[in-house]
């Protein structure tokens, strides 16, 4: 047994990384400017047939036993392909819980950034949700559920990740960054339409507006199961990456 709580025996690591319960998320997808999406992937992410943007805020809540686990997470991200299959790259996992900065970095690659989120539905319908970072609220969507929507059977997702580790010497990386998959399945228990709003401002940390809303903004309030698995695909060229890292620190 350890002499002081700096040393500690390593566990499995547990979180909801691998397992998400339902939980209620407002979410918007809308079209963008094909040229700017494009130029946000890295390679060997290739651009999708459409150029659809995601963005949503999840509401997790959850108890086990006499621990109560609160969290607000958001999340904007793009679609794109991998080697022709179809994914979402996410640019930014704002997180208002800070011990999930860091080990979702360094394990995973996810672009987590702290920021005060709120996600709200009233009694009459009215939603709003809203991520605010460095004094400004970056996201903002604001609408009201209009009725039921077709509850969609499970289906497969995924996402790409890149994990790597600057230099400490300098530019670049200590070692080749690492192209992650997060392969998933998605169970919806509900969905419904939200008539409504998407604002996105300027940020230069988390620069949304640079992939403006262009057309077919449709917005939904869903609850949402998944089951989540990450896998290594291998490294990529440090060179063509060493562009996209920087606005991670930002």
Same mark, same amino acid.
């Given at each position: 047994?350890?002499?002081?709580?700096w040393?500690?025996?390593?566990?499995q690591?547990?979180?909801?990384?691998?397992?998400?319960?339902?939980?209620?998320?407002?979410?918007?997808?809308?079209?963008?400017?094909?040229?700017?999406?494009?130029?946000v992937?890295?390679?060997?992410?290739?651009?999708p047939?459409?150029?659809?943007?995601?963005?949503r805020?999840t509401?997790i809540d959850?108890?086990?036993?006499?621990?109560?686990?609160?969290?607000?997470?958001?999340?904007?991200?793009?679609?794109?392909?991998l080697d022709?299959?179809?994914?979402?790259?996410?640019?930014v996992?704002?997180?208002?819980?800070e011990?999930?900065?860091?080990?979702?970095?360094?394990?995973?690659?996810?672009?987590?950034?702290?920021?005060?989120?709120?996600?709200?539905?009233?009694?009459?319908? @009215?939603?709003?949700?809203?991520?605010?970072?460095?004094? &400004?609220?970056?996201? $903002?969507?604001?609408g *009201? +559920?209009? !009725?039921? /929507?077709?509850?969609?059977?499970?289906?497969?997702?995924r996402?790409?990740?890149?994990?790597?580790?600057?230099?400490?010497?300098?530019?670049g990386?200590? @070692?080749?960054?690492?192209?992650?998959?997060?392969?998933? &399945?998605?169970?919806? $228990?509900?969905?419904e *339409? +939200?008539? !409504?709003d /998407?604002?996105?401002?300027?940020l230069?940390?988390?620069?949304?507006?640079d992939?403006?809303?262009?057309?077919?903004?449709?917005?939904?309030?869903?609850?949402?199961?998944?089951?989540?698995?990450?896998k290594?695909?291998?490294?990529?060229d440090?060179a063509?990456?060493?562009?996209?890292?920087?606005i991670?620190?930002?």
């Amino acid at each position: 047994m350890s002499l002081t709580r700096w040393v500690q025996t390593p566990e499995q690591p547990h979180s909801l990384t691998s397992s998400v319960p339902p939980l209620p998320a407002l979410e918007a997808t809308y079209l963008t400017d094909p040229d700017a999406l494009s130029e946000v992937l890295p390679p060997p992410l290739t651009a999708p047939d459409e150029p659809r943007v995601h963005c949503r805020i999840t509401d997790i809540d959850l108890t086990f036993g006499e621990h109560r686990h609160k969290e607000l997470v958001a999340y904007f991200a793009v679609d794109a392909k991998l080697d022709g299959e179809p994914g979402e790259y996410p640019l930014v996992i704002p997180i208002d819980l800070e011990p999930a900065v860091a080990i979702s970095r360094e394990r995973y690659g996810e672009p987590k950034k702290l920021a005060d989120i709120a996600l709200t539905r009233n009694d009459d319908g @009215g939603v709003r949700g809203t991520v605010t970072r460095q004094g &400004v609220t970056f996201i $903002e969507m604001t609408g *009201r +559920v209009t !009725g039921a /929507l077709p509850v969609p059977s499970p289906y497969a997702a995924r996402q790409f990740w890149f994990k790597f580790l600057p230099a400490a010497e300098g530019t670049g990386f200590d @070692g080749d960054p690492l192209l992650i998959r997060f392969e998933q &399945v998605r169970r919806a $228990e509900s969905a419904e *339409r +939200v008539e !409504g709003d /998407l604002i996105l401002r300027d940020l230069p940390g988390c620069p949304v507006v640079d992939l403006p809303v262009r057309g077919g903004l449709t917005m939904t309030w869903v609850r949402r199961s998944s089951e989540n698995t990450p896998k290594v695909v291998g490294p990529v060229d440090a060179a063509a990456f060493a562009r996209y890292a920087p606005i991670r620190y930002q």
